[in-house]
């Protein structure tokens, strides 16, 4: 219990402090206790869907931190979070509305707090560009992790060698993914296809920069390594995993709109799951789960072709993200089961000589 409590200690102080927050602004606000109660309560679910909807963004980040050094994996935990809460649940929003309102930073934080129907309307007609680029670029994580000729565990072993095998013919993914968006933008006007499109093409083109910026870091590192110099960096697997996180959390802030369109209670409640989600992370890494349980990265990476698929669709028709988290769980249940499965097979064909 202890072992599992230094993971998330500073999650639950940080939920401890975001609902004192949430409390203090429901009374403020309505001046009644019910009203407080109904802010904690929404603040409270918030976090819980959060967090619920988020085990697959946790497994792939794990899979990335996983090789990067105890530094950055600290500087993901405490910088990372600063861009997860402030970045995506606040600013991201208010960009948003400042945008498709033609109006300053400053006039969409004010129509947030004084007329939060508006600005909920505002966000919402955002929501094809952000499908695009959102659906797009996990699409892109997700294909990645499968098109790949060196890859050796295979989970879903007919569907999985085939796509590894496929992945000699340069690019495959991305013709996919631009073949997909074609096909979508087809259902939609004119208008709202071109802005498809073009959100799209933006997500694919920050894929490949993110990789690009990667790869270049990692090209410096092993040349200062072979130079003889010691290096311990890992700023472009904290880029990746940054814009990766973002990109997971697209689906949610639109979604929260469902629960509360106020600003501040969106922000408190997913800021809760977004500080859990790293923990979970550092967990996954640090008790080498994922070298455990052999497909649970493969489980939750088909989680992410899903979920890139349902955001790229979901700009023709509304998939509830209780029914794209639910799939996602039982990817993840199911190659966690499977993983199970086969150590006890292991097991049983190699056991262990008594001593």
């Known amino acids: 219990m202890q072992t599992m409590l230094r993971f998330y200690t500073g999650s639950l102080i940080f939920t401890i402090i975001c609902l004192g927050l949430a409390g203090w602004y429901g009374f403020a606000s309505s001046g009644t206790l ?30 990335v931190l996983k090789e990067m050094d105890e530094v950055w994996q600290k500087r993901f935990l405490t910088w990372g979070i600063a861009f997860a809460v402030f970045g995506m649940r606040i600013v991201f929003p208010l960009a948003i509305v400042a945008i498709a309102a033609s109006i300053g930073p400053m006039e969409a934080l004010n129509l947030s707090l004084n007329d939060p129907a508006k600005y909920e309307a505002l966000v919402s007609s955002a929501h094809i560009g952000i499908a695009g680029f959102g659906g797009a670029f996990l699409a892109m994580v997700g294909m990645k992790f499968f098109f790949d000729a060196d890859k050796e565990v295979h989970w879903i072993g007919a569907i999985e060698r085939a796509l590894s095998k496929v992945s000699a013919l340069p690019a495959v993914e991305i013709a996919i993914l631009l073949l997909t968006m074609w096909g979508i933008s087809t259902f939609l006007s004119v208008e709202e296809a071109h802005t498809f499109l073009v959100a799209g093409m933006l997500g694919l083109v920050t894929y490949i920069a993110v990789e690009a910026v990667s790869h270049w870091l990692e090209m410096r590192e092993e040349a200062a390594r072979l130079a003889g110099a010691v290096v311990r960096s890992g700023l472009g ?37 977004a500080m859990f989600v790293r923990s979970m992370t550092v967990h ?37 993200e209780t029914i794209t988290g639910l799939i996602g769980a039982i990817l993840i249940g199911l190659s966690f089961w499977w993983s199970v499965r086969h150590a006890k097979g292991e097991a049983a064909a190699n056991p262990v000589p008594d001593a």
């Open 284 to 320: 996954l890494v640090k008790q080498g789960t994922l070298s455990e349980y052999r497909f649970l990265e493969n489980g939750a990476f088909w989680a992410i072709v899903v979920l890139g698929g349902i955001m790229l669709v979901s700009a023709v028709v509304h998939i509830p």
């Open 237 to 273: 697997g904290f880029i990746y995993l940054n814009i990766l996180d973002a990109s997971f959390s697209f689906d949610g802030v639109i979604g929260a709109f469902a629960l509360s369109n106020n600003m501040i209670v969106i922000a408190l409640g997913l800021s809760i799951g």
């Open 34 to 63: 019910i009203g407080m109660a109904e802010v904690l309560w929404i603040v409270a679910i918030l976090s819980v869907l959060e967090i619920s909807l988020s085990f697959d963004n946790a497994v792939v980040n794990a899979s």
